[in-house]
């Protein structure tokens, strides 16, 4: 939420459809840039509520759905993409960023925006787009300005005002390829980031982005961070080199070979397999060349083996990993071993610099079931008993590709 003004915004909640409902009266500051969240305790499950914020005479409404119990076997469905604005294709004067439209329209209970979610160090300056957003961010309002810039788009309100969304920061909520430990900017990037999307951190680790959620029996989502831990792309791989930092491996090992959800999906921003960076700094998981083959020292390889090892020896089921930041669309299983598999499903970019697919490492086995470039898009997962579907969907709601997935 964001005010007009310094001062308690009226926050009205309740089943939507329902005359009655509950109020809060949360108070936002001029040092937050006028943000604020709320916690809503208390809430049935598998129910739509609406909301209405208001301050003076502004106001905004909002819908969402909660959960179900964890052991409800109920359908679901969700839409994840990432790249907003890159390359200067910022917010069009004609309407803005389209690709929202035929996202709201399949009516999501969720949307996970997969990184990228502004593109801080890029400036808005193509003809045609919306000013305001003609520089490269530095300082902290900088960053926040930016963040407001994308989230005034109305057609971005209209989906966020329609459904919930999980968030997570790439490379470009603060700069190209950054490596949090030793990036000075991370800190200002971190700040405006939390500010302005609906991450609730624990108490103890007020800047943990990382994160899991269930959505009843059927799915369990883990979302990681990959920026704030990682070693330099420099380094040269081996044990020492990390892109998750020891803590958040740990409990990603941890949380994903416990759950008892019938789909683990794990949210990476970067891919396992599909290279990026520069060919001895690759800034993905993979550090195979442009030809899908292994080049000594380079990405994080040693690092995603041992978790896939372990998530192995544990003979993880039904495990999909979504990801962004390529700027192409596809579909990819692996099957590092006979035994065991698991599947990659990448979308976008939403609005950004179009990219091309490029061969898979080729030491995870793959096959790729489908690939494009050249188009804005997104991706849908619809999970009932027994399967997982996705959809790739291009920005004017047409499908390009389906797939369904049997349950093991």
């Known amino acids: 939420m964001r005010g007009v003004r310094a001062g308690p915004l009226d926050v009205l909640y309740g089943v939507a459809g329902d005359a009655e409902g509950r109020t809060h009266r949360p108070v936002v500051v001029g040092s937050d840039d006028l943000t604020g969240k709320l916690t809503l305790s208390g809430l049935a499950p598998a129910t739509r509520y609406a909301v209405r914020v208001s301050q003076g005479g502004a106001h905004a409404a909002a819908e969402f759905v909660t959960a179900p119990a964890p052991d409800a076997a109920a359908r679901v469905t969700f839409v994840w993409s990432g790249d907003l604005g890159g390359g200067g294709y910022c917010r069009p004067q004609d309407g803005g960023y389209r690709i929202f439209r ?42 926040r300005a930016r963040h407001r810039y994308q989230l005034e788009d109305p057609p971005l309100q209209a989906l966020l005002r329609g459904t919930s969304v999980y968030a997570i920061w790439d490379d470009h909520e603060v700069r ?27 108490a103890e680790e007020p800047t943990r982005l990382y994160r899991r959620f269930r959505w009843g029996g059927l799915l369990e989502i883990f979302i990681l961070d990959t920026r ?35 789909w683990k999906v794990v949210v990476t921003s970067v891919s396992l397999s599909i290279p990026t960076g520069r060919p001895q700094a690759r800034d993905s998981w993979t550090g195979v060349s442009a030809f899908g083959l292994p080049q ?13 090892e372990q998530l192995r020896k544990h003979d993880v089921k039904n495990l999909v990993f979504v990801a962004a930041d ?28 179009l990219g091309r697919p490029r061969p898979p490492d080729v030491t995870l086995n793959p096959r790729s079931l489908f690939a494009r470039g050249g188009v804005f898009n997104f991706g849908e997962v619809a999970i009932e008993p027994g399967q997982l579907t996705v959809r790739l969907i291009d920005d004017a709601g047409t499908v390009m590709f389906t797939h369904t997935i049997a349950a093991q």
């Open 296 to 308: 000594d020292g380079a990405g994080f390889v040693a690092e995603r083996d041992a978790i896939l």
């Open 326 to 353: 390529v700027h192409h669309a596809e579909v990819i299983r692996h099957e590092p071993t006979r035994a065991w598999s698991f599947h990659e499903l990448v979308a976008g970019p939403l609005s950004a610099t």
């Open 228 to 262: 704030q831990y990682r070693s330099r792309n420099t380094d040269t791989d081996g044990v020492g080199k990390t892109m998750l930092g020891a803590a958040q491996k740990r409990w990603l090992l941890d949380a994903v070979t416990s759950s008892s959800a019938v």
């Open 176 to 202: 190209n390829d950054f490596s949090g430990p030793h990036d000075p900017l991370m800190p200002v990037g971190r700040r405006a980031l939390l500010d302005y999307w609906p991450i609730s951190t624990p």
């Open 102 to 143: 035929p996202m709201l329209e399949r009516r999501p209970d969720f949307f996970l925006f997969v990184g990228d979610t502004i593109y801080a160090d890029v400036p808005c300056d193509r003809p045609g787009v919306v000013p305001g957003a003609d520089f490269r961010a530095r300082t902290l309002a900088e960053y």
